[in-house]
Structures are given as C-alpha cells and as structure tokens.
C-alpha cells in the first residue's frame, strides 16, 4: 500500500513537473515572438565567437554564439552575447554584421539572418513531454507489477 501511494506521488509530482516545463517552453517561445515585434536593426562589430557542442536531432553539432559591441542611435556602445547561435561558417571577429535588438534592453540581440524563434523553449518543451511520458508510465507499469506478483502465485 505505501509502495502504492508512492508510486502515485512519483507520478503526480512528474505531471507537474512536466506541466512547468510546457509553461516554461511556452513562454520562452511568446518572448521569442514578442522580440520580434519590437526589435529594431543595427549594426555590431564581432568581439568573439564562443563554440558550444550540442545535439541537434540526436547529431552532433557545433553552434556558435557571438559576443559583439552593438552601436546605439545615441552614440553609445552595449556589449552582449547573441541570443541565438549559428552554424558555420559563421561571421569572424572583427567583422561588421547586421543584428537586430530590443532597444530597451540592448543586451537582447540576434544576428539579423538567424531565426531565434525556431529553437526557443524547444529543450523544456521535449523535457515536459519526457516528463509526461513517465507519469503517465509509472501507475501503467506499477499496475502490471501488482497485478504479476498478485496472481504469479
């Protein structure tokens, strides 16, 4: 019986789980959108260009984010780090590229010919379906358990 209730407790707080991951993937992917009806093109010089390995569809791959010096329409600079990453060949360092940025937080930028919006929330939303998978498994499987062991003898 306590097995019981904690099977079911394990299943509940996975549903949750799963449920905060979807809200989370669903509003990264709302910012993303938003960003757009707000962003305005610019120009920014490539500082850096920081390499991170990921999985892309179970393939390996390298993605790079660009650390770059953003010019203002006041005259002012603001350093970020792009918000979406790209595959080769990428921009080099030192090189001038169009981005675009919300203005009200200039630290929010992407290159202007990389779609943000298709990875956004994407990594919580496939964790909340995980998450919805094994909640909805562990009651299945500990009633096939209970049910073996029961009529096994």
Do not use: C, N
């Amino acid at each position: 019986m306590v097995l019981s209730i904690l099977m079911l407790g394990a299943a509940g707080l996975a549903l949750v789980v799963s449920v905060l991951l979807a809200l989370r993937g669903a509003r990264e992917r709302r910012i993303a959108a938003q960003f757009v009806e707000h962003a305005v093109a610019g120009t920014a010089e490539v500082l850096e260009a920081r390499p991170k390995d990921v999985a892309v569809a179970g393939e390996p791959a390298t993605i790079y984010f660009h650390l770059v010096r953003l010019e203002l329409p006041d005259g002012t600079t603001a350093t970020a780090e792009t918000m979406a990453g790209t595959q080769p060949p990428v921009p080099r360092v030192g090189e001038r590229v169009a981005v675009r940025y919300d203005p009200g937080h200039p630290d929010r930028v992407v290159l202007a010919d990389v779609d943000h919006t298709s990875g956004a929330g994407a990594t919580e939303l496939g964790l909340a379906r995980v998450m919805l998978g094994l909640a909805v498994s562990l009651p299945v499987a500990w009633a096939l358990i209970v049910a073996i062991t029961e009529y096994a003898v």
